[in-house]
Each structure stands twice: as C-alpha cells, then as structure tokens.
C-alpha cells in the first residue's frame, strides 16, 4: 500500500492493539536521566521559577485583598487554596512540555528514537519510556515546589506525604495526553493547539485559582471531568489535613485517562511512524 493510500480498517486494529512492552524501556530512561544532568540546573530553574512566582503574586498579592475562600463550608486563606491547586497545575505544564517539545526533539529532530530502535528496542517501549520520563521530570519539580511551600509554612498537614504518589500520577496522565499531540505534530507550532485551546482552559476550569462552585451549571459538569479537577479535589484536602472525598472516584478518572491517553499516544506513533 502506498503512503498515499488511506488507512484501512484492519490497519487502525492493528495500530490499537495491546502494547508490547518489556523492560527494555529502562535504558531509555536512563538514556535521558544522563544527558538531563547536564542541564540539570537550569532546567529546574526554569520549570520551578514561573509557579513560585505566580504562586507569590497571586497567593500574598492577591490573597490579600481576597483573605479567605470558602470550601465546603470552611473557611481557606487563599494562599492555601491557590498552594494546592497550582502544585497540580505544575505537575500538569511540567509533563506536558517534556512530553512536547523534548520528545519530539528526540523523535523527530534528532532522530534519537530511530537510533535507539536499531537495538533490540520496540516502538512501544520508547514511548512507554518517554511517558515515564515526562512523569519523572513532572514529580521531581512537584516535590521541590512543594518543599518551598512547606518552608514558607502553608502547610503543615502530615498528609502531604500522600502526595508525591498523586502528583505522579498526574505526570503519567499528562505526559500520556501530551504525547498524543506529539505523535500528531508536524513542528514545534502545533503544540499551540494543546496549550491554547486544551491547557489553558483546563487550568481555569479545574478549580486552580478560584472555587469550581461559581462557574455556571454547564462549565461545571465539563469541569468534573477534566484530568486536573480530580487532581486539584484529591490533593487539595491532603494540604487542609482532610481525606479527599470521593477519593476512589477521582483516582478512577486519572487512571482512565492515563490508560487511554497513552493507549491513542502509541497507536499514532505506530502510525507515524509506519508511514
């Protein structure tokens, strides 16, 4: 069949089939844990800096003026409130632009993955691999914003702890999500699309900055669903010393997110790179 050919049905079949995976993706991720040190400290500079910031601009600038919020009945200093939310939220832009921009260097640009597939390694394990990278880099930024947040004493709540597991599943879900747009790029100025028209309004819909309860009934149900909402209603009571409600409920939705999102990310790098 030639590349022109329209892809037949059997082909999608096959092109969504099980993933193979094995533990060969292991030397893929060190691959890039090794030449991410290298740079390792401007990198973290720069995925830390912009949510410090904005958590110090919004949380005592604007928390000043706004004082308290009110969740569930209780009243929340807003710095506490925006803490919470805006940890998941780098968790969220940390995965996505590693499993943006760096994977598609590496897939496209300098052909790494090509040379990497001339060993005995399959498709489907340098994606695997890429994903947990993503989620790695995500949770690693996760763990040192949220150790500024304990110094500037935010929080206290000995629950935290039940974090890092959350926030990793966080990255799993969005580097998974980002990746699908990286198997469909054709350049860096389609991930455009992602962050416009899916990140950006994700961040103002999930709860991040303001209580979900003010947004009119129609935003509101789209919002429950989104991959970040039950990100920010799990680990959002961790940082109040409560247990989530309907914690079962919410982990369901970023472990189906996770699953899917990376099942359609192999299935178009299959694609891609068949083609």
Known sequence: MSESSPVRPQN???????????????PVFRRNLLVW?????????????????????FGYGLGALVGQVQLGGNAVPYILFLASGSICMSAMNAASFEALYSAFSRMHVQRTWDGIM????????????????????????????LAVMLALGISHSPLLLLALPLLALV?????SIALIFNALAKGYDFFTYYFSLFLTPTMFLSGVFFPREQ?????????DWLPLTAAVELIRPLF???????????LAVLVAYAVGAFWVALALTRRRFRN
């Open 37 to 57: 040190r290298k740079l390792a400290v401007p990198s973290l500079v720069g995925n830390i800096a912009e949510p410090l910031i904005t958590l110090v601009a």
């Open 12 to 26: 999608w079949r096959d092109l969504f089939r099980a993933p193979q995976l094995s533990w060969r993706w292991l």
């Open 118 to 145: 001339n060993a005995p390694v399959r498709l489907d394990d340098v994606v695997l691999a890429e994903m947990l990278w993503a989620a790695f880099k995500s949770l690693f930024t996760s763990a040192v914003i």
């Open 215 to 223: 947004l009119p009934g129609v935003m509101r149900v789209v919002s």
């Open 240 to 250: 109040l010393g409560q247990w989530p409600a309907q914690a079962g409920l919410h």
């Open 171 to 175: 990255g799993i879900v969005f580097a």
